[in-house]
């Protein structure tokens, strides 16, 4: 097989919708922080919402981005929870997105009564080699539509994962 056409993980990105800021949100950034080993950042709202008492700009949430051997060894933890199995819905081009509703359900996670139990979103971004043509500096261009990643090639990196498809 071409290497060219192989498809590889561009990213994971994990997120913390806390919906308020203060220390729910500074315990989320921490929680992140544990799970992954890297140094996540804080989600801010972009408008102003009375009835939530959310005000436009306030910290929210928190997420982190992993990339590489964390990427993959972070997804596998985490498709764990959901038993290795996802649905349709959850796929689309070159994406996969999953919610996991308690984070203590990660393995090797342990409840502290201090932390409180947060849920997360999961997205997975895939890519082949040679996308970085489009994200380039010089001689920027467009990825070819056969080389993008399709549904089908998504669901056959899940399935390569181990990942049962409904």
């Not at 990660?106 to 999961?122: N, S």
């Not at 489009?134 to 899940?158: C, M, Q, W």
């Amino acid at each position: 097989m071409n290497p060219m056409r192989e498809v590889i993980i561009d990213k994971v990105v994990i997120n913390i919708g806390v919906g308020e800021s203060g220390e729910r949100q500074k315990r989320a950034l921490q929680l992140l922080e544990e799970l992954t080993g890297k140094q996540p950042t804080s989600t801010y709202s972009k408008k102003t919402i009375r009835n939530f008492g959310i005000r436009k700009g306030e910290a929210i949430g928190a997420k982190v981005t992993l990339r590489g051997d964390d990427a993959l060894e972070f997804l596998k933890r985490a498709l764990t929870v959901k038993e290795f199995r996802l649905s349709r819905r959850q796929i689309s081009d070159g994406n996969f997105s999953f919610g996991i509703q308690e984070h203590i359900d990660l393995p090797g996670v342990d409840y502290d009564p201090d932390m409180g139990i947060y849920g997360m979103d999961v997205v997975v971004s895939l890519k082949r080699r040679g996308y970085r043509v489009a994200r380039r500096k010089i001689a920027k261009s467009k990825i070819g539509k056969p080389h993008r990643v399709t549904k089908e090639d998504t669901i056959e990196f899940l399935k390569s994962l181990g990942v049962e498809v409904e």
